[in-house]
């Protein structure tokens, strides 16, 4: 079962460097080689978003748990997929490791990097992530995908779905960006 999960994640990140490297975007961004290294990528970019979205830091102090996905690659030419890596904090402590993966085709040409934190707001929302082995966006809990004008009505009172995402740090250049159908499976880090 290992085995199988990880010649899968093996197959998406060889088609997204593939892709990434055809188009001139360094796809070994969207990895990090240790632990430590994702702790730190993803504790910036909780910062980063906290400065330039207040609403997020609120957000944080209610969520049950904080999926940061601090860089993902994404690049197609017709065929396309998306890579990163990212963890999961509970209490302000780090309580996992994920990959969040996407593959697509169609009318799609470019490359870009982003990132994305998924603010978790119920039990419910973590267990279908544990339990699942894995979530497809989309699938399973309401997950809201925060813009500037949504995130200026957030408040304790509004907050009633599952969870909240922020995109940020967009670089590149790709006709559109969508998290829907991402999925979020745990990995190993060392």
Known sequence: MYALALRRNFHKV???????????LPAQQ???DTAEELNQQSDLALQALYKTHP?????SKTAKAILVFPKIIKAGLVF???????????????????????ASWGWQAGAESYGYVVFLMNERAVQYLNKSKGWEIGVGPT??????????NLSTTTLKDDAYAFIFDQQGLMASLSIEGT????????
């Open 55 to 59: 609403e997020a830091l609120g957000l």
């Open 80 to 102: 396309g997929g998306s890579y990163g890596e990212g963890e999961m904090t509970r209490g302000g402590k780090h309580a996992g490791y994920y990959n969040s993966v996407s």
């Open 30 to 32: 969207a990895l990090a």
């Open 14 to 24: 060889i088609l997204v460097t593939a892709v990434a490297l055809s188009i001139g």
């Open 183 to 190: 999925k979020i499976s745990p990995i190993h880090k060392k």
């Open 143 to 152: 997950v809201v995908v925060v813009d500037e004008g949504a995130a200026k």
